[in-house]
């Protein structure tokens, strides 16, 4: 089994996603340095640190250029980052000396990695808005659609009382409702200009160093933060940290499907399920069971980073190599588990008859508060739920259904209220309003 899945012919179809991984491959990440340097170099030239000439053939070259990842290699083992010889890769591919002096002019290798970063991240953050509100949007259908279905709600994996399958899908829906929220709230964040130079003082430049910041991030869309910022790793900490809430949101509702889906409950179908090498009767929910592993792998990648937020001094390499380890593979988890439960909510269907079995195993003690209630309407409270706690066990002894037991002790009680789903509909519609389904 190879080390990243996103690497793998074998299992990328099922660990990875395709459209988050390119965003990370070496091709990508050389492209996005190359564009920084050369924005760099324009906006130096605009300020007159470098001649108009050097910048404009430098930023034109940026765009035209190809650097071999794999030609770099060595020399980023060397030196523990892949600046430095993608530098000297740029210079000699421009073949023209008088103006590749001025290139990298003043900055760093963090600078020219973490802005390329933030460019890349700006289109991942896009790419997840707009998946969240389709899986919104897509969930708010099937809980309007299924709002009224009535089913056993469990609690410690114990049939409680009833509720409604929209309610539950509801349950799914609202928190990525919050995590879009977020995410929205999050992405300008990442979307920062790196420029601090070799300590964060852009002494390299003089005066015009915070001039050259503010035009290279204009030129990249980026936003400025006024200052150096190489060891505040709190952007980066924050972003791990939403994607392993989201991805536990996601995980929640693979874990529900799983059990929905499990023999002796059946209470869900899930389309394409997952077949075994032996056994021909098999379904497996192969969909949620990735969900629920991406969710696990998140919280831990997410903890590596937010240790990987003590930066010793202006720069820590050893930290700094924790992101590089880590960011990538929790990034395209992420965006698996979002394309696979935007997947599975297209695939999910609900079986109402096996719902109906959940509510009445012949036994009616999923009415057992219901009953409780309408019997402390006539005794207190305390005096109605012993009762009908006795009366519970005697029908798990074998006795009669409870309802029966109810009626018989309690003949001129109103029992219409059991059975009711309480605020269940009105929450599935109230999601599927908010979701825009």
Known sequence: MPAAAADSALYRSLFSDDETAALFADSAEIRAMLLVEGALARAQARLGLIPETAGAFIERAAREVQIDPAALAAETATNGVPVPGLVAAFRKAMEAPDHAQYLHWGATSQDIMETGQALRLRRLTGIWDDRLGRLAAALGRLAREHADLPMAARTYGQAATPTGFGAAIAGWGRPLLRHRARLQALAPELATVSLGGA????????????????????????????????????????????????????????????????????????????????????????????????????????SALQGAGIHRQQRDGAAWFVEWLTLPQLCISTGRALALALDLSGRIAPDAQAMARG??????????????????????????????????????????????????????LDLSAAGGLGTAPAEARAFAEAAGA
């Open 199 to 302: 300590a964060g003082t852009l002494s390299a430049m003089g005066a015009e160093g915070p001039a050259v910041r503010a035009g290279l991030a204009a030129a990249l869309g980026l936003h400025d933060p006024g200052h150096g910022w190489h060891a505040e790793r709190d952007r980066i900490g924050n972003f791990a940290a939403w994607m392993a809430g989201l991805c536990a949101s996601l995980g929640k509702m693979g874990e529900d499907l799983i059990l929905m889906a499990q023999s002796g409950i059946g209470e869900i179908r899930i389309s394409g399920a997952g077949g075994s090498s032996t056994m021909p009767q098999k379904q497996n929910p192969v969909g949620p069971s990735v969900l629920v592993a991406l969710a696990r792998q998140a919280a831990a990648l997410a």
């Open 359 to 412: 509510l009445d195993d012949g036994s009616g003690l999923i009415h057992a508060e219901a009953f409780t209630f309408a019997l402390a309407r006539h005794m207190p409270r305390p005096e109605a739920q012993a009762r009908i706690k006795a009366l519970c066990a005697e029908a798990q002894s074998g006795g009669q259904p409870l309802p029966a037991l109810v009626a018989r002790d309690f003949p001129d």
